[in-house]
């Protein structure tokens, strides 16, 4: 389903994340807002949270003068764009990065407050997607994929399952919980291969 506004999405996605590879890779960055939209678009057909897939790293990873929360309001109304900064981590412009876990709870907290069903399918086909790349790098490099992260793999299994404990009882499409929660079972088989690390 390519609606007027989820071709416009894809667009504005392209230029956004234009030069971005995706993590310690070559690969670029368009293909994970992409490929969470095509995810969004095996259980749902709502035409906002497949955009707000599309879009969902664009207020967290591009610079305002590229895109701006205005432009996005701008662009697909409030709806879209709460949903998208309800799966963004929290940034100030001029201020220096907050460190990987602060980060990471920041987000927990702002997707645990959210209103939007929404929300929560999106960051559950967001995770899924980094998941999969992280679990398919790791059967071709191993233990080196780890160095990437601005945090250990114990850190890593935290983060996932604390996301997945946050959509378990929200009413996200029941395939895609089983599907993300397979996928941290996996990580967590990884994680946990050499627990001297």
Do not use: C
Not at 14 to 35: C, E, L, W
Not at 120 to 126: E, L, N, P, S, W
């Amino acid at each position: 389903m390519f609606t007027d506004k989820i071709n416009l999405a894809l667009k504005i996605a392209a230029k956004a994340h234009q030069g971005q590879n995706r993590k310690g890779t070559d690969i670029p960055y368009i293909s994970h807002p992409v490929a969470v939209g095509m995810i969004i678009s095996q259980y749902t057909n709502d035409e906002a949270t497949i955009v707000a897939g599309i879009l969902h790293d664009i207020l967290e990873d591009v610079n305002p003068a590229v895109y701006s929360e205005a432009d996005m309001r701008r662009d697909f109304g409030d709806e879209i764009t709460d949903i998208v900064k309800d799966v963004s981590e929290p940034k100030t412009a001029g201020q220096p990065k907050l460190p990987w876990k602060e980060r990471k709870e920041s987000y927990l907290n702002r997707l645990g407050n959210s209103y939007y069903i929404e929300a929560y399918i999106v960051a559950t086909a967001d995770k899924i997607h980094n998941l999969t790349d992280i679990l398919k790098d790791y059967d071709q490099f191993g233990d080196e994929i780890w160095q990437r992260f601005n945090a250990s793999k114990w850190d890593i299994l935290w983060y996932y399952r604390a996301v997945f404990s946050l959509i378990r009882n929200e009413p996200v499409p029941i395939e895609l919980k089983h599907h993300l929660a397979t996928l941290i079972e996996e990580l967590g088989g990884v994680v946990t291969i050499n627990p001297y690390d």
